[in-house]
């Protein structure tokens, strides 16, 4: 099942950051004040950009990496001008299999 990252504006000009499964049901919430803390303060107004994962962990990864943005920089992300892999850490190099030393 894949797991989506979500960007938020919310009334004060603030971005919330956050991971779901369904961003429209996990806005719902934010909307009517049954989501995070903090989006029940500062009403969210709209989905900027959500990005695909294959699984909660790497999406919970990829919100690690986007909550320590600067708020402008959140904004270049959602509107395209910041790639995410610009964002998250590259990959761990691939390892040549191991193979026996000739006896």
Same mark, same amino acid.
């Given at each position: 099942m894949p797991w989506f990252l979500y960007m938020l504006e919310c009334a004060d000009g603030s971005v919330y950051t956050g991971i779901a499964v369904d961003v429209a049901a996990r806005f719902a919430q934010h909307a009517s004040g049954t989501g995070a803390r903090y989006t029940r303060s500062r009403k969210?107004?709209?989905?900027? @950009?959500? *990005?695909? *994962? &294959?699984?909660? &962990?790497? @999406? %919970? %990864? @990829?919100?690690y990496w986007v909550k320590r943005l600067t708020p402008r920089e959140k904004r270049a992300l959602a509107a395209g001008a910041r790639t995410l892999e610009s964002v998250l850490p590259p990959p761990p190099p691939e390892t040549a299999p191991e193979t026996a030393a000739p006896d």
């Amino acid at each position: 099942m894949p797991w989506f990252l979500y960007m938020l504006e919310c009334a004060d000009g603030s971005v919330y950051t956050g991971i779901a499964v369904d961003v429209a049901a996990r806005f719902a919430q934010h909307a009517s004040g049954t989501g995070a803390r903090y989006t029940r303060s500062r009403k969210p107004v709209q989905v900027l @950009a959500q *990005f695909e *994962f &294959a699984d909660r &962990a790497r @999406a %919970s %990864s @990829a919100e690690y990496w986007v909550k320590r943005l600067t708020p402008r920089e959140k904004r270049a992300l959602a509107a395209g001008a910041r790639t995410l892999e610009s964002v998250l850490p590259p990959p761990p190099p691939e390892t040549a299999p191991e193979t026996a030393a000739p006896d």
